[in-house]
């Protein structure tokens, strides 16, 4: 069957828009690598020093987050912070003051804040940093985000009315644990010393063995730009430094492709391979379970899809000798397409809501800058080590993630006039479609 990314009932508007863009399409350049149509300006201007091994955009997005750590410890403000806070801050940086003998470089001074206070300054680093006007603006971004995947699940022909209730009750219970572990959750923080360096890590050793004890299901530091999905839990973790991209997200087609794709990525594991096993509370769905809620009569027959799109992320090559492991990097290959899919959808929807006057012109414009970002976000300059790494790892190698999930997109030809002979054109018939 024919995959159609209209089967998604884009708003009327949007079809008017992708239909007229066939004739506009045809009297722009053709594209044979969008990666590099996207990235062009960039890849030229930026050249990766001899010392560093990678230059990308995750690299760019630490170095604001750094620089506004290393601000945060060395200004005198206490930026209007309850007591609790107030506290932590203060030894936090009597620790960071501690360690001015080992270095001048304030990048490393900070990291030792990360290894032995991640959490505790994290969430100091959460409130500091997360303004009301950030966090509603973040958490109108999930609804948003929620919003396109229940309209996804609900209008999908390829599941039955089991999965569908499944999955949308999945859906429904999904929690965002965004910014940082509430201070509650931690054991109190010793007094620290802003001279005796040594004397602090005897003290933060019996505090570091103190918090292992009391699990916080927040898998990495706070300042991290990462998100992450917990299946037992079927919670979205968003680290305070994810949410630097609203930042550098002035526009909308920007934050849905950025910040808005990675969330729609994490939601998307609660639905793959692995996580569609698992119900709304994050307990496994047992066959015992099946057998009295309807689910061995259920004829979705996933299998096609995944080996679909395996097949296509085996065909992606960096020379003879690098190869992407399809198989390997399925589960990542899946939530990134899922992410599209469903950041773009909100976005449609966002325009339909916010800006309906918009016309045929004016959206094609909003709808290209979204891949544009999309693809823009995965530039990267990396020498040949760290290329070699990169194909041994669960995800696919930037390059490839910012390509593979567009060519499953029909809108996505409708936009662009990408070459029929390029190595990532994907037939009509051919293309991934999840739902």
Known sequence: MSASFFRFKLSLALLLCAFSLRG??????????????????????????????????????????????????????HYDLDPEHTYVLTQARNFYSSTKHLSDDPGKRFSLVQEHLPFVFGAVFAKVTITPQREARVNQLIADLKDAYRAKISNSARIDAYHRELLLLKLEKMEFRIGAPPLSLLPPLPPLSKTDFEENLRVL???????????????????????????????????????????????APMLYATLGRTLAHEMTHAFDTVGRHYDASGRRITGLRKLFTGGFLSQVDWDPVYERLI??????SLGDSLVVDGRRTLQENLADLGGVEVSFLALNRFLDKTQPHLTPAEREAELRAFFLAYARYWRQKANVEFQRTAFQHVHSP????????????????????IDPDSPWFIPEDQRVVIW
């Open 24 to 77: 506009q399409a045809q009297d722009q350049p053709i594209i044979s690598d969008f990666y590099t149509f996207a990235n062009q300006a960039w890849l030229d201007s930026v050249i990766l020093p001899e010392n560093a091994i990678v230059i990308n955009h995750v690299g760019e997005l630490w170095e604001l987050i750094e620089g506004q750590a290393i601000g945060i410890l060395i200004d005198s403000s």
């Open 398 to 417: 930037a390059q490839f993630r910012a390509i593979g999930p567009v060519h499953n997109l029909d809108v996505f030809y409708q936009l662009f006039p």
């Open 205 to 251: 050793q019996a505090f570091s063995e103190k918090r292992k004890g009391a699990p916080l299901y927040w898998p990495t530091a706070p300042c991290e730009a990462d998100c992450y999905y917990l299946i037992g839990r079927n919670q979205v973790v968003v680290n305070a430094g994810a949410l630097f991209d609203l930042d550098a997200s002035p526009d």
């Open 311 to 316: 097949d296509q992320f085996n065909h992606y």
